[in-house]
């Protein structure tokens, strides 16, 4: 084995489960196993090294892009470094290992997600029927923790979209089979020292400096000290850099979070859509209209965990409305907002040694801009925005010193030099004019040996082969000095030097290697002062995350015309000309039909929605719940106007989907999505139900439908709302006192239909899925003798009376499908068939005095 290769082997050993990237020259080098794994993932050459061993390689300047593609495959990387420049004496290059990166362990910009957070998350063994789980965002020092019923496992793993995940191996069985497919690509068995109580404990007090985590929240018992102990023994492993700006450990509180499943959050497209897994066309993308990556990243967190306190939604409340009403505050708020830079993240790469000369230049320029924020915040009325006043610091000291010293665009690489501003450093000053006035002086060396001499055509030069060099021709050498020391003979000339001219050269040669070798080490102690700040940096960070998202949701609700959500203790929810929020702004102005939906003691809990495919059901339950979860992260809402009773968790089953990989069909999935909503839904819980019992045989599927209202009306009573085909489940209204039939209207125009998008009171008594067929495109023939069949159910004939189908010719073409005709804004529904008896007299609710335990929220994922 060659001595090179021993080194990349000795590299493996070190670092096992990682890939090595050996620098070889011009390139990165991968061998063996990571050869044929980077082959397939890097979509690179595979080829041989000394005609057996599986080699490929990535350019040097192409390292990041490469790196990322390996994090998003969830692979983990050790760089194997050259140490040292090549030298032809020396047989080996020495390399080693000087940068390690993990998908949760990454902090550059071009590896990441500036709008999402990037989470590393543990998972210990807790008490019986419990895991412990902890969380850190590395990127922002955000670092929180939480013991978990291990049924909740999966969803919290969900919200969180850990990239990352750790675990005893001991421990790897368990943690599979409660987590399942949620564990993320990048799976770590740490060995089982690492999750051991009393290490992983000490690890966590030595890291915070403390004798108990009971100030911070926490139980010293916890098993989720246990995973968060294991998060800083690995960081501490991986990152081999300080860790300074992960200042404390948040207790994560459910309680005081809406609590969303992992089903409802990907139904409702909270995040990422359900057909592509995008951003765009889901509820954050129309609601984020953030300046900055720390507001988008903020607003992430509250879509996926909004509050439940009515104290802390109000204070949002309250802010937003300000900022709504104050056009010229909230517009100059969100320019200065625009130029700042992303403080969490820069400050994190500061702490961590790992920030360039454009980091601590975007630190400056952002600090610059505090004073007009604070400005703007002062005298304001909400106490949240007072709060923040208060808490934005304006960091003169560090701005001062960062002003003097970075200039304002400086290279990226600080060993480039020109980093340093002119004026900060003497001596720095004095080695630049070595080198910048080296034409100066030749100048004046060459005009003075000339009027010595009486060589007028004397030249002095410099070539890096001779060096400085005074070049006289041949017919003046009879007048050449005897000082002058010959060093070359040419054609026509002859050079020489002086004992001057090679002290001038000395210092100029060495005087740039000087310069930047000063300059870097002038960078260096900057970065180490900013650092030593880093608390006080990322406490700013997250005071204009929370501005920005506060004025986000205000110039929302400016351009939407949004209204503010009245909040009350009692579970009603009353909602008057609801939009849905992403509908309303992908379709054409002036298209969207809104919608009612009440609620309460005197307009029933629990809505049975009736009517075609395509008419607007679906759309119906969904805008009713995402209204009400916006209302909750403390947005105002698309409506009229808007009465939400505080909800404890929204709950939804919508359509129809299998995992075929956990060997479960699509109606074992339907049914356990409906258990966990019978099993878990409380009073205080909105339930979304998008067809109940569809994927079993009618007679079953009525039945389970049929018992499953009852049980939600009966013995949870909470607000639900059910769309189905099954219109047996209309009857249910004659005994179920807080039952309402309600239906999406359409209108029959000869053969055609046209929905008209509207709820209203009654059930529809057909479903019209042939006209529905139509328009997808089904052959003709399908539709005539779908036709004759559905015929002879409907006389209540039995099939064995259908006549046979004709034989006719398959299809030549299709038939072409028809549009759904546009709405008709001003047509008046006709009477619905079946009549509800009359409604009784609403009856006005008064809003309560809400109290909480805090105007910030409790949660984790709510600094404010």
Known sequence: MSRMMQQYHDAKNQHPGMIVLFRNGDFYELFEDDAELGSRVLGITLTKRDGSIPMAGVPVHKLEHYLGLLLRAGHRVAVCEQMEDPDPKKKIIHREVNRIVTPGTVTDDGLLDPRAPNHLVAVAPGKPGFFGLAWVDLSTGHFAATDVPAPRL?????????????????????????????????????????????????????HFAVGTLTGFGFDDAQSCLVAAGAVVIYLQETLKASLQHIRRL???????????????????????????????????????????????????????????????????????????????????????????????????????????PRDLAAIARTLRHLPAVKAKLTGRRSKLLQDLEKRLELC??????????????????????????????????????????GKNWIARYQAQEITRTGIGSLKVGYNEIDGYYLEITNANETKTPPEYKHQKTL???????????????????????????????????LRDQVAVQTPRLLNTAEVLAALDMLAALAELAAARNYVRPAFVEEPVLDIRDGRHPVLDQILPPGTFVPNDVAFGPDDGMFWLVTGPN???????????????????????????????????????????????????????????EAANILNNATARSLVILDEIGRGTSTYDGVSLAWAMTEYLHDTLACRTLFATHYHELAQLAASLPRLRNYNVLVRELADEIVFLHKIAPGN?????????????GVPGSVLARATAVLGTLEKGHDLSNVPAAPV????????????????????????????????????????????????????????F
């Open 250 to 356: 948040r207790p994560h509180r459910p309680d005081a979070l809406l609590t969303l499943d992992e089903v409802t959050r990907r139904s409702l497209e909270l995040t990422r859509t359900l057909r592509d897994n995008q951003r765009d066309g889901s509820l954050l993308s129309v609601l984020d209209r953030t300046v900055t990556p720390m507001g988008a990243r903020l607003l992430h967190d509250s879509v996926l965990a909004p509050l439940t306190d009515a104290t802390a939604i109000s204070a949002r409340l309250d802010a937003v409305e300000e900022l709504l009403k104050d056009h010229a505050l909230r517009q100059s708020v969100r320019d200065q907002l625009d130029a700042c830079s992303d403080m969490q993240r820069l400050t994190t790469r500061v702490s961590t040694a790992k920030a360039g």
């Open 808 to 863: 006719a010719a398959p299809d030549v073409t299709r038939p072409i499908p028809l549009p759904t005709p546009a709405t008709p804004p001003r047509i008046e529904p006709p009477k619905p068939k079946i009549v509800q008896p009359p409604e009784a007299p609403r009856r006005k609710s008064k809003p309560q005095a809400a109290t909480g335990p805090s105007l910030f929220g409790d949660g984790d994922d709510v600094p």
């Open 396 to 437: 003169p000291d560090i701005r001062e010193l960062l002003d003097k010293a970075i200039e304002d665009d400086p290279p990226h690489i600080a060993k480039e030099g020109g980093v340093i501003r002119p004026g900060f450093s003497a001596e720095l000053d004095e080695l630049r004019a070595l080198t910048t006035d």
């Open 154 to 206: 999966q969803d919290e793993l969900s919200r969180l979209s850990a990239v990352e995940c750790l675990y005893a191996e001991g421990l790897t069985n368990a943690v599979s089979q409660a987590a399942g497919t949620y564990l993320p690509k990048s799976r770590v068995a740490r060995p089982d020292w690492t999750f051991d109580p009393a290490t992983a404990l000490a690890a966590l007090k030595t």
């Open 764 to 776: 529809a008594e057909r479903s019209y899925g042939i006209h529905v067929a139509r328009l997808a």
């Open 614 to 672: 395509m008419a607007g059901k679906s759309t119906f339950l969904r805008q009713a719940a995402l209204i009400t979860l916006m209302a909750h992260v403390g947005s105002f809402v698309p409506a009229k106007s808007a009465k939400v009773g505080l909800t404890d968790r929204i709950f939804t089953r919508v359509g129809a989907s299998d995992e075929l990989s956990r060997g479960q069909s699509t109606f074992m999935v339907e049914m356990t």
């Open 491 to 525: 054609k026509n000339a002859k050079r020489y030097y002086t004992p001057a001219l090679r002290e001038y050269e000395e210092k100029v040669v060495t005087a740039q290697d000087k310069s930047r070798a000063l300059e870097l080490q002038l960078f260096v102690t």
